[in-house]
């Protein structure tokens, strides 16, 4: 099982950012994804989530209307388009695939940095 995530990086406040995390390992359709991030000196946090197939998301309040979380199964790939960027959402960015059946599966990516600067 592989998260991979690229699209991190620099940008100045009030720019975008659009993170992909490419998975591969499992059966990507089936699962629920998840986008959290970790600033330092803070807890992890959920910021975006997206069902198995796309038919509804879930935003944390600091990002709602800013960042748009999607997926394409053909794939096997999750984005999360940041706008509006702030000093706030600087942050290590992690993918998560989540699945409950009979069991708990969950799958994490090694993260990717998001750094919000002038």
């Known amino acids: 099982v592989q998260l991979v995530e690229s699209g991190g990086g620099l940008v100045q406040p009030g720019g975008s950012l659009r993170l992909s995390c490419r998975a591969s390992g499992f059966t990507f359709s089936r699962y629920q994804m998840r986008w959290y991030r970790q600033a330092p000196g803070k807890e992890r946090e959920l910021v975006a989530a997206i069902t198995s197939v796309g038919g509804s998301t879930d935003y944390a309040d600091s990002v709602k209307g800013r960042f748009t979380i999607s997926r394409d199964n053909a794939k096997n790939t999750v984005y999360l388009q940041m706008n509006s960027l702030t000093s706030e959402d600087m942050a290590l960015y992690y993918c998560?695939?989540?699945?409950?059946?009979?069991?708990?599966?969950?799958?994490w990516g090694q993260g990717t940095q998001v750094t919000v600067s002038s």
């Open positions: 998560n695939a989540y699945r409950y059946f009979g069991l708990e599966y969950n799958y």
